[in-house]
């Protein structure tokens, strides 16, 4: 941490016409918000940034000063603050939590319009059909590399690869079926299928054979780990079918 002699910071960070350093911006605001006097200096050309890094004997910018000394960018300032910085590729259960909250305040509020009071029944199935819509949204957006990372551990789809292409759209399906509450004789099954199918690899991956993989529940650029919140999801998807397929029959 910076003595309360050294409140003065040197920032040199990129700002042109057709670009502005993100990375820049973010340290100025974390240097002001720390009690930092901030010299923000502008680097307005690539030849002034690449002399500017030649001098430094840098490869990147934004760049930091305090008390006289090279800190480094915006991630050597963090440690610099001590603040904690992700290691790349660290495996982190933070974008399987962000998708459960939001789906769960999603349902909530689906069921206070609807019913009046967020506490329902059916705020419980919304909170299971919205996070299997979310989840195959995010596997959409790279199909090609969501299946590639689903071979990984995917029983079936190592016996069939066309079922890692199909896994998204066949549990978007099921999701906008259930949350519609119509052709449960579709959604049900296709809903336990995927569900036991995923459910079954995870397991025999994660507890089995003690294999240390990514999930490619919210893509297949996650950092998530397979584990328990992936069975989780799985069970969950298990159990609204049976739910479903219970009220449908009965």
């Not at 025999?204 to 780990?225: I, Q, W």
């Amino acid at each position: 941490m910076a003595s309360a002699t050294s409140k003065t910071a040197e920032l040199y960070r990129m700002v042109m016409p057709d670009h502005i350093c993100p990375y820049g911006l973010k340290a100025r605001h974390l240097l002001r918000q720390r009690g930092f006097t901030v010299n923000d200096h502008w680097l307005t050309t690539r030849a002034q940034t690449d002399v500017f890094k030649a001098a430094h004997h840098v490869s990147t910018t934004p760049q930091i000063f305090i008390g006289g000394e090279r800190v480094g960018g915006y991630d050597d300032l963090r440690r610099r603050l001590g603040i904690a910085v992700d290691a790349p590729g660290a495996t982190s259960y933070r974008p399987v939590i962000a998708v459960f909250v939001m789906t769960a305040l999603m349902a909530l509020a689906a069921s206070m319009a609807a019913f009046g009071t967020p506490f329902t029944p059916r705020a419980a199935s919304w909170f299971i059909a919205f996070s299997m819509c979310v989840l195959a949204l995010l596997k959409l957006q790279d199909v090609e590399r969501f299946s590639t990372m689903f071979l990984n551990y995917d029983l079936l789809a190592r016996r069939w690869v066309p079922y890692g292409y199909i896994y998204p759209f066949a549990e978007a399906l099921a999701g906008v079926l259930m949350t519609a509450d119509v052709l449960p004789w579709l959604s049900v099954p296709v809903a336990l299928f995927i569900g036991g199918v995923g459910a079954g690899s995870v397991f025999k991956a994660v507890y089995l054979d003690r294999r240390e993989l990514r999930c490619a529940c919210v893509g297949g650029a996650s950092n998530v780990p397979l584990g328990f919140v992936s069975l989780t999801e799985n069970l969950m998807m298990i159990a609204m079918a049976l739910w479903m397929g219970a009220r449908w029959l009965f």
